[in-house]
């Protein structure tokens, strides 16, 4: 099996921690790593004051679950149809007032790592991590740091 036949049909999720937890913070990353996105709908989630209350924008939506610092919500962007290079960026809000940062993209075991660096890079952060075809889910920054041994 040739290296690339390995990775056929894989994704590859980027993973890089912040101990922050900022609004702007988020838009700066959409913008750098997936300028050309679809905006989530509104009922994404369910706000955590009920299902009467209702989010007029994306922004307010992010905005809302980053002030609520228990809450660990996670918020995934995909790519608006002009730009189809296979990418997904994400968002983990974790309990401990952190983000987990996430972009996923077609694998071929050289521009995972890449890309995680150049991610690590710009979130200014030594945490990171590579795994394939899933999200790995974290609810804290201490679980995600766990976890860096178990993954690439």
Known sequence: MTEIEEFENTDAVCC???STRDTNA??????????HREELNLDYCVHPEGETHKFATEREMISCFVERKSLSPVFFWNEAEEAPEGRMLGICLTKDGGTIFSVTLPADGVV?????????SYIQSDKGLVSYNSYPG???LSEFEEA???YK
């Open 16 to 18: 890089v921690a912040s």
């Open 148 to 150: 860096m041994g178990t």
């Open 26 to 35: 988020v838009y700066e990353f959409l913008d750098e790593f997936l300028p």
């Open 138 to 140: 974290f609810e804290t």
């Open 112 to 120: 995972e790592f890449a890309v995680l660096e150049e991610l690590k």
